[in-house]
């Protein structure tokens, strides 16, 4: 019996017996948040981008303790979490609320591979939300600011060899009492708005790199030159390096190019090449890799497609979308990526991927990302898959004056000169993450008015610092003669009430329609849709009569639009799905044949 005893509590130390954990509450969960392991979660590469042979995930139970944000570290961890999920969710085990008077605090330790000996070790967090710190083994390596995009530390110096390191992260985040891009979360949420997601929400890792390393790759296809333009950053200056590029298709090299480190690349393509699209979602592995005096310091796996987002008037003077210089009529549904389980995260990487392949199902060719940004394997999928993505920026604030069925005559909201600065900041963030994937295709920096503020600005520095993409100034909201997008909201039908003959004309929001759907509900009681039906015939039918509308105006001059939404969330019942994703509200079959109707509308060929 004593040996038992032994047996049991040295299980319990090293963590078998230890690994206590279960989701948080009585919410409705995904098939996925049910089946969760907490010992293998989120196992993939998170960077499938930009990608290195050699990595440690460190997800998983952390300890945990939430604190006055005005304390010091504490002495002791009271709770366990299971990262990458925030606080607040059910499958980080806790379900907790904190305040913008309350700072986060995690701590794990991990031993690094024994043939990592002597290279460097960068530290990533894929999110965390939203002033994060960070010490490993006591030695503080870095601060960031931001929740939506990744960011890492070079913590080598602080390492200690062959022995266990130990990380410990701080995490503070005010909601909707700080001056920080948001998105939906608030305090207390209802209606459109969502329960908050406090601290580290997405994959956390570690990667061995040589001193001088690849940090930052950029690719920009050209299909009228037919070649592709790479860049690439190291953290110092590497003279005397080389950065070659290579193209391949099925494991065969079929572009190659070579430049001093700090140079442009420019690849030439093949004549045949293919082109990227929702029906042919062509992908090319690329081959980068960093050499000096004939030694590989950095090499790393990507890939690009070639596409060209873009914009022309048709015979009767309307402005087009084009993809590859033929008119593209874009459809899609508004998706804000929540999870019942996860809410900002989802549960496994399946998941990711299903609402992105549902959206093909029913013949959608583009998704609207809705003030949220999702780690990078959700834009991998899309690529993969063949979707068309409009990036929203998360919106920082509210409050606003809102004219939406004419041209702003109002006065825009002052942010302070701190908001501003955070905003700007952080959007530029937003677009050097995701630049380089296939599938985005329009940035828009505002929705609705919210937060809205120097729109012309924002548009114009948009546009500049990204020249290859159309801009939606702001989604719905407040009107400007500025950007390349007109862009109307109208619920429940379709409507056009305005139109601007120097800007491409779009519905970026209408539907709605809302289907309650027993034992699927986030809260039993209080559930809301724009306009409400009883079945799936009845959803389906209504669906249909919508479209119809659309297609007359898909000639009147629209040239994309946004049914409202993907899923249900939250209180919010007029998803495509329920907010589990365990029923599809409509006829599939129906849908599909009605939207590949609206997708196909502006064919060339017609």
Known sequence: MKHLLCVFFLLTAIGVFGQSWEPAGNKIKTIWGEQLNPENVLPEY????????????LNGLWKFAIRPKNEPQPASFDKKILVPFAVESSLSGLGLRVTENDALWYQRTFNLPRDW????????????????SVWVNNIKVGEHQGAYTPFYFDITPALKKNEPNEITVRVWDPTDKGPQPRGKQVSNPEGVWYTPVSGIWQTVWVEPVNANYICALKTTPDIDK????????????LTDALIEVQVKEGGKTIARAAAVNGQQIIV????????????????????????????????????????KYSYKRDARGILRFQLNNKDQFQLGPLDQGWWPDGLYTAPSDEALRYDIQKTKDLGFNMIRKHIKVEPARWYTHC????????????????????????YFNGADPVRTPESAAIFKKEWKEVIDFLYSYPCIGVWVPFNEAWGQFNTCEIASWTKQYDPT?????????????????????????PEMYLFDAQRVNVLGEFGGIGQKMDKHLWEPEKN????????????????????????????????AAVYTQ?????????????????????????????????????????
Not at 576 to 604: A, C, G, P, W
């Open 46 to 57: 998170p960077r499938p981008i930009m990608e290195r042979e050699k990595w440690l995930n």
């Open 117 to 132: 000996n002597g290279s460097n070790i960068l530290l990533h967090f894929g999110g965390s939300d939203w002033q994060t």
């Open 226 to 237: 037919n070649q592709v333009i790479i860049t690439t950053e190291t953290p110092g200056s």
């Open 268 to 307: 030439p393509m093949p004549a045949n090449v293919k082109l990227w699209s929702p029906e042919t979602p062509q992908l090319y592995q690329l081959e980068v890799t960093l050499t000096q005096q004939h030694k590989v310091l950095d090499k790393i796996s990507s890939y690009v497609a070639m596409r």
């Open 383 to 406: 690529d993969q898959l063949g979707i068309i993505v409009w990036q929203d920026m998360p919106s920082g604030d509210k409050n606003f004056e809102w004219q939406n069925r004419n």
């Open 469 to 493: 993409r159309p801009v939606n100034p702001a989604s719905g909201g407040n009107f400007y003669t500025c950007g390349d997008i007109l862009d109307l909201h109208n619920y429940p039908h």
């Open 528 to 559: 809301w849709g724009y306009i409400d039906f009883k079945n799936s015939d009845e959803s389906t039918t209504q669906y249909e009569k919508y479209a119809q509308q659309l297609l007359g105006l898909i000639g009147t001059g629209f040239s």
């Open 566 to 606: 993907t899923t249900d969330v939250e209180i919010e019942v007029n998803g495509l799905m329920t907010y589990d994703r365990k029923v599809v509200k409509f006829d599939e079959k129906r849908l599909y044949k009605i939207n590949q109707q609206l997708v196909h509308s502006l064919n060339q060929s017609k």
